[in-house]
């Protein structure tokens, strides 16, 4: 058979290359401004725009989606073609996708800063971006089917397998957890509340870590590793055990973020057995990767590429090991909400993403280019620095999480609370803060001195945009010789739609066990007479609370714990959420826990505290936030919120959206009197006061029940 004549388009790859190096030290350089901030909160350089709350998120959003997103279409386009053999289907289409991707991550760089925020973690980009993201993504899916339909090559290659449902799955998480009821341009309330809120949420944000920073990843690393390496994968085997397994167990593993809620118990068990048995599929992977290297050690002490992927695959074992152990309650009920979890994501995160993204780079940018790397040297000291980073940056934030998790747990001989004052355990972590900063700007200087290596690399040769390639085309009619191609994997492996839609099928199976129940079955959730849904006012300051990015630092759940109820008050129940849209659970407490916060102090106290942290709580790392008291709250907006609320089926009055700006100046007055009988002089209509009415409204609902006896845990 005559051989047919293409050209791989490396433009494509090499523009998602720079991309990824871009975001990258953008993404990376926000993420240190970040951690400064936690011991030294003026690195906000006085902005509302650079605080804490609002840019957390952009660093999230920068690293998740622009660093590792562009350099999983950078893998995914290079590997995908040859392994195909066969050109892009469409360009086109990548060309959309490309330009689609970088205006999706300015967006982003753009509204989150200025407030605009959906408030669920991962997923903090508002209606418009979301439809634009789903928009992208499906151009993605053509060019990728496409390509794989005029393949000439018949079986796909395991990466294939893992780009697939990376695809299916993404698709499904964003669109099932954007269900969103727009206000404006820009604002919107989510459909679900409370208790479903959080499983959607906890479904989406954990297995957004598993499809978006793991399946692709591994994807990659079946097709680089064994190029690096020059050997065949370990085991074709193990690689389909891998496969399904993960994909089918990941799915379930989301309710284990919400240990000791007021989530459905079944739901938390659920989740906690599928995270135990994620370690089996996570390590069969791991394993399938190292023992792709047997017999080519000497080749990764001379290669700095096979080293980036070894520390890439150790850091794989570490942080999927960690995550079910996790998982375990009494574990989880030490570790949640402190700086072990940030410990436990960065090793994924620095170690799993960053260092097989690097190894990749350097790989791959020689190839395009046609010549050799710069500076050896150079690659190796970036593997060096990157290495101390990772160590730097972890070591210290488990130390932190271990020190936080048992301080707060800690009673004296006669019972009492022994660091009952939450700042105490804040002022006692400020060390490893900083050393966690150093850890940050030594791995972001291997990222820069790779950039400088890239670039000189790129500047001595010339890019092969269209690079020939020959092969046989794919008879129409195939013959069956061999019996191993008559075995059931080999025989989908040649059925692409089927091979996604049995994808599909896999990872549906989970999120419906879960969440049907919770959301079809009411005792699931039951209500509480006494909690009534947000005055105007209130629900504006709530609004203003999600602005501030008041969730990245404080969570609104008190667990059973003695520990929580002496320090927090009574525990939360899932009939006090609600009229929550969306949850403000929380997953980190940097200041304490809210949930019970009404009441608690005056409103001169918050005002105060709002105004100067340190001048209520000497010591504090919280920023000071002026604009709240020279800024005039919006209340064009009232009538449309409370209408939102009344579709999603909170009971307020019919007609109450004509009213609620009347109600709103009442409380609103009220407020400003009684601060101006504390000597506090402010305007009625500043934000800090629906800030404040907010606050005082938390947890408030409910009498606490003195005859409960929590969990002694």
Not at 7 to 22: E, M, P, Q, S
Not at 202 to 207: E, F, K, L, P, Q
Not at 472 to 477: D, N, R
């Amino acid at each position: 058979m005559q051989l047919e004549k293409f050209t791989y388009d490396n433009k494509i790859v090499r523009n998602f290359g720079l991309a990824t190096i871009v975001w990258g030290i953008i993404g990376m350089t926000v993420g240190l401004l970040v951690a400064m901030q936690l011991f030294k909160p003026s690195m906000n350089m006085g902005s509302q725009y650079t605080t804490f709350g609002r840019i957390r998120p952009l660093h999230t959003n920068a690293v998740i989606f622009a660093f590792v997103g562009n350099a999983i279409f950078m893998g995914v386009y290079y590997s995908l073609q040859r392994l195909l053999k066969a050109r892009m289907f469409s360009d086109t289409l990548s060309k959309i996708h490309f330009w689609g991707w970088q205006l999706i991550i300015l967006s982003a760089v753009l509204t989150l800063p200025l407030g605009f925020t959906t408030s669920h973690e991962y997923a903090e980009l508002e209606w418009p971006i979301d439809i634009a993201i789903t928009i992208i993504w499906v151009v993605f899916g053509i060019n990728m089917f496409g390509t794989i339909i005029k393949r000439r090559e018949r079986h796909l290659y395991v990466a294939i397998w893992f780009y697939i449902a990376t695809f299916v799955t993404i698709a499904v998480l964003h669109i099932v957890n954007s269900f969103e009821l727009p206000i404006s341009f820009l604002k919107s309330y989510y459909v679900y509340a409370g208790v479903q809120d959080a499983l959607v949420q906890w479904w989406y944000g954990h297995n957004a870590v598993a499809f978006f920073l793991t399946t692709p990843y591994l994807g990659m690393m079946y097709y680089f590793l064994p190029k690096m390496a020059n050997r065949p994968v370990y085991s074709y085997k193990l690689s389909i055990l891998h496969f399904w397994s993960l994909i089918f167990i990941y799915i379930w593993a989301g309710p284990h973020h919400l240990l000791y809620t007021s989530l459905p118990g079944w739901a938390q068990s659920l989740g906690v057995a599928f995270s135990i048995m994620l370690i089996a599929p996570s390590w069969g992977g791991m394993i399938n990767g190292l023992l792709t290297l047997r017999g080519a050690w000497d080749k990764v002490r001379e290669d700095v590429t096979l080293k980036f992927m070894v520390v890439a695959l150790t850091a794989y074992g570490m942080a999927t090991f960690e995550g079910p152990m996790l998982s375990l309650k009494q574990i989880n009920g030490i570790a949640h909400f402190t700086d072990w979890i940030v410990a436990h994501v960065h090793v994924g995160a620095l170690g799993w993403n960053g260092f097989l993204t690097f190894g990749i780079l350097y790989w791959l940018v020689p190839r395009l280019y046609k010549t050799t790397l710069y500076s050896q040297k150079m690659a190796s000291f970036h593997f060096w620095i990157g290495t101390l980073g990772i160590l730097f940056y972890a070591v210290p934030m488990y130390w932190a999480g271990f020190t936080q998790g048992l301080m707060w747990k800690e009673f004296t001989p006669d019972g009492v609370l022994k660091y009952s004052n939450f700042l105490s355990t804040t002022l006692q972590i400020i060390p490893m803060h900083v050393l966690r900063a150093i850890g940050g700007g030594l791995y972001l200087l291997g990222a820069i001195v790779m950039t400088v290596n890239l670039a000189k690399t790129m500047l001595k040769a010339k890019l092969v945009a269209n690079e020939p390639a020959e092969a046989m085309a794919l008879p129409k009619v195939i013959e069956e010789t061999d019996p191993a191609d008559k075995k059931w994997h080999r025989v989908l492996e040649r059925k692409p739609m089927k091979f996604m839609v049995f994808s599909l099928i896999v990872i549906l199976i989970g999120g419906m066990v879960e969440m049907m129940p919770t959301f079809t079955i009411q005792s699931n959730v039951p209500t509480i007479a006494s909690v009534k849904p947000y005055t105007p006012l209130e629900l504006q300051g709530r609004d203003l609370y999600i602005r501030e990015g008041c969730v990245n630092c404080h969570s609104q759940t008190v667990r059973p714990f003695r520990s929580e109820t002496e320090r927090y008050g009574e525990y939360s129940k899932a009939g006090e959420f609600v009229y929550d849209h969306p949850f403000l659970w929380g997953s980190k407490r940097t200041g304490p826990d809210l949930h019970r916060e009404g009441g608690k102090y005056s409103n001169a106290w918050h005002f105060n505290h709002l105004l100067d942290p340190t001048s209520m709580s000497p010591g504090s790392i919280m920023p000071s936030y002026p604009w709240l008291i020279q800024q005039k709250l919006d209340t064009t907006t009232t009538a449309s919120k409370i209408r939102a609320m009344q579709k999603l089926g909170v009971p307020y009055r019919v007609d109450f959206d004509r009213d609620a700006n009347g109600v709103l100046t009442e409380q609103a007055n009220a407020i400003a009197k009684d601060l101006k009988q504390n000597n506090i002089t402010v305007k009625s209509d500043r934000e800090i006061i629906a800030i404040i009415a907010y606050l005082q409204r938390l947890g408030v609902d409910i009498k606490a029940n003195k005859f409960t006896i929590p969990s002694n845990q």
